[in-house]
């Protein structure tokens, strides 16, 4: 897939930090914090570049991916407060503390077009679900209207095969050409347990295309 992304360089200190954001907003692809759970909602294309965009944080260990989600158009359904999303590499060594300071450092940033590789992805991912007792986990955590995903290389391949599942198989689904949402899948597994205990954090991933609903029609109709 071909990535076209806008590229920071904010400076914090004496450290300068690599953060990117997709080209165009994914604007009919929304987050909504409701802990323990989540619901991450989106069209085809915005579930499709959520793919791309966990592939590339997955093997760019020092980038900070910036997925701007607070100012979508919000679903007609679900329920919590709207949240930007943050995907990085456990080795970028970002704190969630320290994003507010990032955020107000972006500036204007320059273009940048980068590919995926679905392939390697894909074997990656599988990679992670074959060794079920010795596998990184994604650290998650909201802070400061922004939802934080951190982990290695695997997980986050995972992860990217969630989203290019949903987007691929969601417009098949029944009732999404009437605007109904269809429920194809969550981050569960992917995610640390809760500290000490309770329900443990989730968060769903739903295909919905965006109104009018007759510019939508299944494939195969």
Known sequence: MELRLRQFRPRIGPHEHRVVQPGHPLRHTSLRDQAPLGMLMGDHDGLSRLAGLFSFAAYSRHTIVHIPLRESVPPDEGCGELVDLVVAHSEAGLRPSKWPE?????????????????????????????????????????????????????????????????????????????????????????????????????????????PPYDHFKRPGH
């Open 102 to 210: 990032l955020r107000r450092a972006l500036g204007r940033g320059t273009p940048l077009t980068v590919r995926t590789d679905e392939a390697r992805t894909e074997r990656h991912a599988r990679a992670w679900e074959e060794r079920p007792y010795a596998r990184g986990q994604l650290r998650h955590t909201t802070h400061a209207r922004t939802y934080f995903l951190i982990g290695d290389r695997d997980v986050l391949a995972t992860a990217a095969t969630h989203f290019a599942h949903a987007a691929g198989w969601g417009p098949r689904e029944k009732g999404v050409a009437k605007g109904r949402s269809a429920f194809m899948g969550s981050l569960q597994h992917e995610l640390e347990p809760t500290r000490g205990g309770g329900h443990p954090h989730e968060v769903l991933i739903c295909f919905k295309p965006y």
